[in-house]
């Protein structure tokens, strides 16, 4: 097993903030990156904060907090976090040409024997891999919304990676409290390929009018013990993203995975979840966003 003891996370944005929390809990010296200054400082702040709730909700222990605070720092770019770093991870947004742009840099940079993970919700380890001189030493370590709370890790094994880097990020994985799945490399993965299925099948039947979208939520949350409702889950995802996860599943695994003609026009119409103020829901008006937080 690798000896990991320097975490380089890049993207300080919903999951990089996350992942850098967590890091920082599981004893790894943590440096956290982002392109965009203000976006480092507003991950500092809410880490800071979930900190914070942790010890309020006796999930974290003040001294291991203040601890783990310590062990968070901040690089200017991605170069300089790389160069310590024994595992590096991206969570720069969802493009394949920016992921390779940061895992290009990883390999000039990172030394020879560090990990290079991805947070990608779906795109190829494999096409990744294939930008450095290190395929074995690559692999997807999908987190999840939000991080502090969620307990699934799901480890993307493409084709080179090797046994060592499995049972490394294993390691990795239970040093930060989460549990771990591994899935070999396919579009979606596991979770997003299921999760992509419900929506979509969701918003057929709204369009079909078979029931109200308050109504299907609710079936699924009291009837299949769903935590949330497939359109509460979408709004909060972003609609946009689960567009395009549907139209890269129906590219590369086939028409089961059309994407629902309704997602379609409201994505057009600019309704794009909770960010825009309006998914299937309506967030404008107070008491709707209280109604569904
Ligand atoms: N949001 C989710 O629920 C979720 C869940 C699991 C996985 N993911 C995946 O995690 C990744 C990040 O998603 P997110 O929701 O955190 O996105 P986000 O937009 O909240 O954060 C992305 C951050 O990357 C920064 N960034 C952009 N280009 C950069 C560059 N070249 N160098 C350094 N930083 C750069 C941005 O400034 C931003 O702060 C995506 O691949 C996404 O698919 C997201």
Redesign the pocket.
């Known amino acids: 097993m690798l000896d990991m003891k320097t975490f380089a996370v ?7 903030r996350g992942i850098a929390y967590a890091a920082a809990l599981g004893g790894y010296r943590t440096i956290l ?4 200054p203000e ?1 480092l400082e507003q ?1 500092l702040a809410w880490i800071r904060q979930s900190f914070d709730e942790g010890v309020q909700r006796g999930k974290v222990e003040p001294a291991a907090c203040d601890a783990a605070l310590k062990r968070i720092e901040t690089a200017r770019s ?1 170069q300089d976090a790389s160069r310590e770093a024994d595992f590096l991870i ?5 493009e394949m040409e ?2 390779l ?2 895992f290009t840099l990883f390999d000039k940079f990172a030394k020879p024997n560090a990990i290079l993970a ?6 190829s380890i494999a096409e990744m891999a294939a930008m450095t001189y290190r395929p074995e030493l690559c692999v997807g370590m ?4 939000p991080v502090p709370k969620m307990r699934l890790i799901e480890m993307v094994r493409a084709p080179k990676t090797s046994d060592e880097t499995v049972a490394t990020c294993r390691e990795v994985g239970r040093r930060m409290g989460k549990e771990v799945v591994v899935v070999k490399e396919s579009p979606g993965f596991v979770t997003s390929r299921v999760n992509a299925l419900i929506g979509n099948e969701a918003f057929a039947m709204l369009e079909a009018g078979i029931a109200s979208a308050e109504d299907i939520d609710k079936a699924l949350k009291l009837g299949l013990n769903h935590p949330m409702g497939p359109f509460e889950l979408v709004d ?2 972003g609609l946009d ?1 689960r567009l395009s996860i549907l139209e890269y599943l129906q590219q590369t695994l086939g028409e089961k995975y059309r994407p629902s003609p309704l997602l379609r026009k409201y994505v057009a119409e600019g309704r794009l979840g909770r960010k825009s103020g309006r998914g299937v829901y309506d967030y404008t008006q107070p008491n709707a966003a209280e109604a569904k937080s």
């Open positions: 890049i993207g300080a944005g919903t999951m990089g990156e982002d392109v965009m976006k991950g991605v991206e969570a720069v947004p969802e920016l992921k742009e940061i991805s947070n990608t919700s779906s795109l999908h987190f999840f919304n909060l995802v993203v």
